[in-house]
């Protein structure tokens, strides 16, 4: 079994690994194209605790988010490139816009944002805190967005 799992396959491993007493961290995201301010989130995340997992939005969910030409990078491969990183832990793609029914299955200790929801209502918050997880949001990574990327590449054709 790799780092890209199925929920059901996420759960088996979760319910050995919190027998062994580790705290679970879970954040998300498109991470359509990787850049400096994801790996830094992703870091920072793993400081959280002991495992990372990562919710990658699906390709339909990333076009309802982010828009008809996106994403740039298929699921499979945004997963398996998030995977080969060594401060992530595990994968498990989702089909939703927001992961609210992936936490609900999860249930992981902490819930790790970027800043950038810095004094926003954050939908997930109140599922996590209804089995006593927390949320932690992390500074933002300032100049790093894929938006920008693209635009930036746009410009330069």
């Known amino acids: 079994?790799?780092?890209?799992?199925?929920?059901?396959?996420?759960?088996?491993?979760?319910e050995k690994e919190r027998a062994k007493g580790?705290?679970?961290?879970?954040?998300?995201?498109?991470?359509?194209?990787?850049h400096l301010g994801h790996?830094?989130?992703?870091?920072?995340?793993?400081?959280?605790?002991?495992?990372?997992?990562v919710g990658l939005n699906s390709d339909s969910s990333v076009?309802?988010?982010?828009?008809?030409?996106?994403p740039l990078v298929p699921q499979a491969e945004r997963a398996e490139i998030l995977a080969s990183l060594s401060c992530v832990d595990y994968v498990i793609v989702f089909p939703d816009e927001k992961p609210i029914k992936l936490i609900w299955e999860i249930k992981p200790d902490i819930?790790?944002?970027?800043?950038?929801?810095?004094?926003?209502v954050l939908p997930e918050e109140k599922v996590v805190k209804s089995y006593g997880g927390k949320v932690i949001?992390?500074?933002?990574?300032k100049g790093y967005s894929t938006t920008k990327l693209i635009e930036r590449i746009i410009k330069t054709h």
């Open 137 to 141: 949001l992390i500074k933002e990574e």
């Open 111 to 120: 819930h790790v944002k970027g800043g950038d929801y810095k004094g926003k």
């Open 63 to 70: 076009k309802k988010l982010k828009g008809s030409n996106r």
């Open 1 to 14: 079994m790799g780092k890209v799992l199925n929920l059901n396959q996420l759960k088996k491993v979760l």
């Open 39 to 53: 790996i830094r989130c992703l870091k920072k995340a793993k400081k959280k605790g002991d495992i990372l997992i």
């Open 22 to 34: 580790k705290k679970v961290v879970f954040t998300n995201g498109c991470f359509d194209l990787l």
